[in-house]
């Protein structure tokens, strides 16, 4: 499977594509930074970004889009640009028809590291060594996007099974209601009529 993570930004927005091979084992395909200047308007610096992902999908054939998860911030202004760029985002693989799944740092972080809590630095590092790469990607924001798609190469497919395993488990508790339901109507319908057939035995 082939997923391309981004790292949302207007400043700097990360693309990495990973492929997924048997067990655990990942290839880094391409990564990237896309920068858009901070003069720019809004409008304009949303465009650039979509253009390059629009590329990026053209090119390389994601079958998936991984994208961070945005919490709040100190900055809320620097919120409100990452949110806007995974937007563009999403709504670019929404045209392709591709799934979007937005993963939160920490994820991403337990993932790629095995800790929740590891810095920039500890992810930076665990990406290089699973893909075998001659250097460290660099900036940070390119490395985060590798580490998304590895984090949704390795964390989608148990999603989906207890997905699966949820949806079972409700199918079979409505049946079960459905059946206690059903018996207790009879049940209902038996005592109503008993004393019927009492009434025609005395007579």
């Not at 901070?38 to 610096?45: G, I, T, V």
């Not at 990026?56 to 640009?81: C, D, K």
């Not at 337990?110 to 630095?121: F, I, M, N």
């Not at 984090?151 to 949806?167: K, N, Q």
Request: proline letters at 4%.
């Amino acid at each position: 499977m082939r997923v391309l993570g981004v790292d949302p930004g207007l400043t700097r927005c990360g693309l990495g594509v990973v492929d997924g091979g048997t067990g655990r084992q990942v290839t880094c395909v391409a990564v990237d930074v896309v920068r858009t200047p901070a003069e720019d308007e809004l409008s304009r610096r949303l465009l650039q970004i979509s253009d390059a992902v629009e590329e990026w999908l053209e090119t390389y054939r994601p079958e998936a889009i991984a994208v961070e998860r945005v919490f709040s911030q100190h900055n809320v202004r620097t919120a409100m640009g990452t949110a806007q760029a995974g937007g563009v985002v999403a709504l670019g693989a929404a045209r392709r028809g591709l799934p979007v799944v937005f993963h939160t740092p920490s994820e991403i972080k337990a993932a790629v590291t095995g800790s929740g809590r590891a810095d920039k630095e500890q992810v930076t590092g665990m990406v290089t060594r699973l893909l075998k790469l001659e250097s460290r990607p660099k900036p940070a924001d390119a490395a985060d996007a590798l580490a998304l798609a590895i984090c949704h190469l390795w964390r989608e497919p148990m999603r989906g099974r207890l997905a699966e395993a949820e949806a079972r488990a409700a199918a079979l508790a409505k049946a079960h209601k459905a059946k206690l339901a059903a018996a207790a109507k009879e049940r209902g319908a038996q005592r109503a009529g008993t004393p019927h057939t009492r009434r025609e035995t005395r007579r």
